[in-house]
């Protein structure tokens, strides 16, 4: 491989590094919060996409990960199509893309809950979207799910459909939308996930060194989730 100018013999390390680097450029170029979906760009037509596409398959395929911030219900619809994104699915992941005052502006929303506050709140947010007033409260939830439908899936169909070329080879190996939604979940950042990718190069470990071996697995079971993230960037670069 050659990676920044410079040649490297990959052992799983460098193209995790690749890849990491890639995501990280890719998803400030999407729009949402916990969970990003892709948005049309004029300097992107089918042939880019589909690459990314593929790129994300590959990355799945070679070291089984991919970036998990990219939404499960844009990925879900990608491999499968829009009609197995039901409505639990789709608010739920809709809540994940929201910002936080929007998020909780419309859970109120959605419980009948909402004080004067979450109604500027939950205007903003319907302004955002296209919508210049807020429906009546007995119609809300359809309203809301109408706006989730349109920003998470309506908007950047053109992308899933160039997405849905090269992730055609998945529907084998994630066959449904329970398969889909678990390989997110098994992604979640906990602590003994990094810890796992911990090998050491030697066999046998000196005292000192098997000492510190353990005193580093125990620090990074221990750390909060932004941190472990940063780990785990670090661990796929190593």
């Known amino acids: 491989m050659n990676f920044v100018n410079e040649n490297a013999v990959d052992d799983a390390g460098v193209s995790r590094e690749v890849y990491t680097a890639f995501w990280e450029q890719f998803l400030e170029q999407c729009e949402g ?13 089918e ?23 990219l939404s499960k219900a844009f990925i879900l619809a990608c491999i499968h199509g829009m009609d197995l994104v ?24 959605l419980q009948g809950t909402m004080n004067e506050n979450d109604e500027e709140d939950l205007l903003d947010l319907f302004t955002r979207m296209g919508s210049h007033f807020l429906p009546p409260k007995n119609n809300m939830q359809p309203a809301i799910e109408t706006m989730a439908h349109k ?9 899933m459909d160039c997405f849905s070329t090269p992730m055609a080879c998945l529907q084998l190996k994630l066959s449904d939308k329970e398969s889909v939604l678990s390989l997110y979940e098994t992604k979640k950042a906990t602590g003994k996930r990094p810890v796992q990718l911990f090998e050491t190069t030697k066999l046998m470990l000196s ?32």
């Open 151 to 159: 920003a998470v899936l309506q908007e950047p169909k053109y992308i």
């Open 86 to 109: 039901d409505v639990d699915i789709l608010i739920k992941l809709f809540l994940n893309y929201l910002r936080p005052v929007e998020r909780s502006a419309v859970e109120k929303a």
């Open 47 to 69: 042939t880019e996409w589909q690459a990314v596409g593929q790129i994300w398959v590959k990355n799945l395929l070679d070291h089984g990960v991919f970036p998990v911030r």
């Open 33 to 45: 919060e916990n969970e990003r979906v892709p948005r049309l760009r004029p300097d992107f037509c």
């Open 207 to 238: 005292h000192g060194e098997q000492t510190t071996f353990d005193h580093l697995q125990r620090y990074v079971k221990t750390l909060m989730k932004p941190k472990l993230k940063k780990s785990r960037i670090f661990c796929d670069m190593c």
